[in-house]
């Protein structure tokens, strides 16, 4: 079974930093992209970064580009996505998901919740 | 920017009423790059139709994706209880970037 469990989320302030990860199961790690999707509380998803399975190629949303970073711990079988000089924006809740065929995303976490406030 | 826009933002229905959901691009693309999506409130998503026309694992066959081109539907041929909830189209892009519209709420009438 493909599991996909999701840490981090906490209340930051703004221009502040966090780290979440999401620890993945039940398929081979090493063939998958994984992906964050965010969505702030009562609004629609947004793609956020993407991983490759070897770490050799990313890819940003505009909104994370110079203050975000997905890494992958192949050996842990856990993705991360370091967020810097978070914002009011950035609110939301996280979710981590497996990329099925490169086009779509067939697995989710459960998501965790970033707040940034002061 | 190609935008994905659903239609409408809400549909009313009652049980054993057939859905039919609308996704529209704003520029033409590959059908293999659109996939449907259901959320519940305080789940996450899940993926039901990949390919534009695909059912994923375990989705019921009551579910089922059409269209081409710009224009894509996601039909409910009759709705049961549990799928009072809202849905979300997504294409892929090139750059590559990943793209959903703004989601489409099934309520009860």
């Known amino acids: 079974e493909v599991q996909l469990v999701e840490s981090g989320g906490d209340l930051v302030r703004p221009g502040g930093s966090l780290r979440l990860s999401c620890a993945a199961s039940g398929f081979t790690f090493t063939t998958s992209w994984m992906h964050w999707v965010r969505q702030v509380p009562g609004k629609g998803l947004v793609w956020v970064a993407r991983?490759?399975?070897?770490?050799?190629?990313?890819s940003y949303a505009d909104s994370a580009k110079g203050r975000f970073t997905i890494s992958i711990d192949n050996a842990k079988n856990t993705v991360h996505l370091q967020m810097n000089s978070l914002r009011a924006e950035d609110t939301a809740v996280y979710y981590c998901?497996?990329?099925?065929?490169?086009?779509?995303?067939?697995?989710w976490g459960q998501g965790t919740l970033v707040t940034v406030s002061s | 920017e190609n935008v994905l826009t659903q239609s409408p933002g809400t549909l009313s229905l009652s049980p054993g009423e057939r859905a039919t959901l609308s996704c529209r691009a704003s520029q033409s693309f590959s059908s293999s790059y659109l996939a449907w999506y259901q959320q519940k409130p305080g789940q996450a998503p899940r993926l039901l139709i990949y390919a534009a026309s695909s059912r994923a694992t375990g989705i019921p066959d009551r579910f089922s994706g059409g269209g081409s081109g710009t224009d894509f539907t996601l039909t409910i041929s009759r709705l049961e209880p549990e799928d009072f909830a809202v849905y979300y189209c997504?294409?892929?892009?090139?750059?590559?970037?990943?793209?959903f519209g703004q989601g489409t709420k099934v309520e009860f009438k």
């Open positions: 991983i490759n399975a070897d770490g050799s190629s990313t």
């Open positions: 998901s497996r990329g099925g065929s490169g086009y779509f995303f067939d697995y």
């Open positions: 997504q294409k892929y892009g090139s750059s590559p970037e990943w793209t």
